[in-house]
Nanobody, 123 residues
Framework: VQLQASGGGLVQAGGSLRLSCAAS????????MGWFRQAPGKERDFVTA???????YYADSVKGRFTISRDNAKNTAYLQMNSLKPEDTAVYYC??????????????????WGQGTLVTVSS
């Protein structure tokens, strides 16, 4: 499967953005889908994930502000980001895992990655 992330940009603190992750090949419902982010000089961190059955998981830093979803008809996963903060600035990557298991917070769990989209939040 190929993943294409989009929707990043520059936004003021308190604003919102919606990232999209369009998948080609198998439908997104066949995968666990995740979002990670990487700020300059830092490791790639888990943001959120949605399991095949629709269960959702969030990093504490984004809980209550970010929402992951997917549209099987459009074969796309989304990351709605509200109340953005300057510390949310990073390159955001979507990922898909075809493996069984529930290691959603671990980057090595995922089989496929999108190219990343930059989110910049100004103060």
């Amino acid at each position: 499967v190929q993943l294409q992330a989009s929707g990043g940009g520059l936004v003021q603190a308190g604003g919102s953005l919606r990232l999209s992750c369009a998948a080609s090949g198998r439908t997104v419902s066949s995968y666990a889908m995740g979002w990670f982010r990487q700020a300059p000089g830092k490791e790639r961190d888990f943001v959120t994930a949605i399991s095949r059955s629709g269960g959702t998981y969030y990093a504490d830093s984004v809980k209550g502000r970010f929402t992951i979803s997917r549209d099987n008809a459009k074969n796309t996963a989304y990351l709605q980001m509200n109340s953005l903060k300057p510390e949310d600035t990073a390159v955001y990557y979507c990922a898909a895992a075809y493996n069984a298991g529930a290691y959603y917070r671990t980057p090595t769990f995922y089989d496929y990655w999108g190219q990343g989209t930059l989110v910049t939040v100004s103060s």
